[in-house]
């Protein structure tokens, strides 16, 4: 078939889908079926690379959110962790093993647990932060009840779009942050892996893409 053709065909497809409201996954299928009986192949679109932070903007977001305490332990917890903000939502104060200096991530992306290293600068915080509390949530509301997710989410970009930053940031780039830390320090690609919760090493390969040599010492620094 034609370029122009499976043009064509696409956005008939489009059009169809719009027309009867098809289900994400009754509209795979459809494309899935016409693919194999035609030969029709749907081009698929440009897949840029994820934006991170480097340690200037690291120390600009830290320094400019530090006056709101929760929220900047909350930013700071998600760039030394790489937890998903949903991770970080439901991660408990008995979570946290201080004496082995690591957190459990309980039913993370794929209901898998994980643990994660806590750095000892973000453990003092977080102990500072729980001030003896030994239960609950640990970054919940001061009642003791749990934040919802996108309650999360909307304190960390309205910090990110205080800082201004010329680059696409979401809550997400500050785990691409963290991958980015652990690649430049040559901690194996694999070991990345783990730590990030990934279930296809395919997934975490896209960091060794980004370029990380330039920061990693001044990165690290910053970290501890």
Not at 106 to 130: C, E, I
Not at 143 to 163: F, H, I, N, P
């Amino acid at each position: 078939m034609s370029k122009k053709k499976q043009t064509a065909a696409i956005e008939a497809f489009r059009q169809l889908r719009s027309k009867y409201n098809l289900s994400p996954a009754e509209f795979r299928y459809v494309c899935k079926m016409v693919r194999e009986l035609d030969g029709l192949q749907i081009p698929k679109g440009r897949k840029s690379l994820p934006d991170f932070l480097n340690p200037a903007e690291i120390y600009h977001l830290l320094d400019i959110s530090k006056e709101a305490h929760f929220d900047n332990l909350l930013i700071e917890s998600l760039i030394k962790t790489g937890l998903r903000i949903q991770e970080a939502n439901n991660l408990l104060v008995s979570d946290l093993d201080f004496g082995a200096n690591q957190l459990k991530v309980r039913q993370g992306k794929g209901s898998k647990d994980r643990y994660v290293p806590m750095a000892h600068s973000l453990q003092r915080r977080l102990l500072t932060f729980l001030n003896g509390r030994t239960s609950g949530y640990v970054f919940c509301k001061p009642d003791g009840r749990k934040y919802s997710k996108r309650m999360l989410q909307l304190k960390v970009t309205k910090w990110l779009e205080k800082a201004a930053f010329s680059k696409k940031l979401s809550t997400h780039s500050l785990r691409h942050t963290f991958a980015c830390a652990c690649l430049a320090r040559r901690v194996p690609i694999e070991k990345v892996k783990d730590l990030m919760g990934h279930s296809d090493i395919k997934v975490t390969q896209i960091y060794a893409k980004l370029e990380t040599g330039a920061f990693k010492d001044d990165f690290l620094r910053l970290m501890e």
